[in-house]
């Protein structure tokens, strides 16, 4: 549908931001995996988007295999949205983004919080060195090329 | 300049992207944090984007506290473009969609590797709980109201 948005990037970043760039694309993903919405009608009480732009973000993610999409309830015309590994692995750029909205836009403090299902303690993402553990400093982070530069 | 893009929403990723979610925003600041870009010309040669799409986005960023515009070189009309905190707080976000990219976009291997720069090892971001280390499943994050809410 949009080609290559980033054409010239040869930047995984970029190449994610084709996919998921698109405005609301990140917040229907939010209501897939984190609230567990499924429906058309779901998506749209949440996010109160015209019907046309949440069909094809819809569509747009179902072809790029990051949703899949199947009839319901045994309508024709009804179906829901689940989400693939594909989707599931865009998590970390939910709690991303949340952690930096919590902090820099959250005046109120964070709206939700992330828990681990299982055992209720909090969720924390982590930028570690694979040689000394945790990197307080982000601005020790360097890129360096990779087998697909 | 947006207003409130994603008015309704109580989400922190959500007000995350109203600031950082317009098209070539988040590859503006992979430009400042990971390949130390800082003018006006090195962002064009590196984006090529149109003049007056750039401006915007340098024009909101500092309007919002996420660049420092500054005079350089003696010029009254040459500005730098530095990172604030705000900025490398971004960092997370843009490594998570680079890992997600490089999974799932990238069949000739990663464009770019993440070092520590003083010891030269692997960066990794993770997901982890609390209370038990390592979350390997994605699924295992529940959402829970915070304080904001």
């Known amino acids: 549908m949009l080609g290559r948005t980033y054409e ?21 993903l939010r ?12 998506f749209r009480a ?3 988007i015209a019907r046309n732009v949440l069909s094809a973000r819809l569509d747009h993610l179902v072809r790029e295999g990051v949703l899949q999409r199947r ?17 599931t692995d865009l998590l970390p750029v939910i709690l991303a983004l949340t952690a930096w909205g919590d902090r ?3 005046p109120q403090g964070p709206p939700v919080l992330f ?3 299982s ?5 924390e993402q982590r ?4 040689g000394c553990g945790e990197l307080a400093d982000l601005h020790q982070v360097v890129a360096v090329p990779g087998p697909g530069r």
Request: proline share 3%; charged share 20%.
């Open 8 to 28: 010239g990037q040869n930047c995984s970043a970029a190449r994610a931001l084709e996919l998921v760039g698109e405005r609301w694309t990140l917040l229907i």
């Open 31 to 42: 209501d897939v995996l984190l609230r567990h919405l499924k429906t058309f009608g779901e």
């Open 46 to 48: 949440s996010l109160g």
């Open 71 to 87: 009839p319901y309830g045994g309508h024709a015309d009804h179906y829901e949205y689940l989400p693939t590994d594909k989707a």
């Open 104 to 106: 820099w836009a959250a």
């Open 115 to 117: 828990r681990h299902g």
């Open 119 to 123: 055992c209720g303690a909090a969720v």
């Open 127 to 130: 930028v570690e060195c694979a």
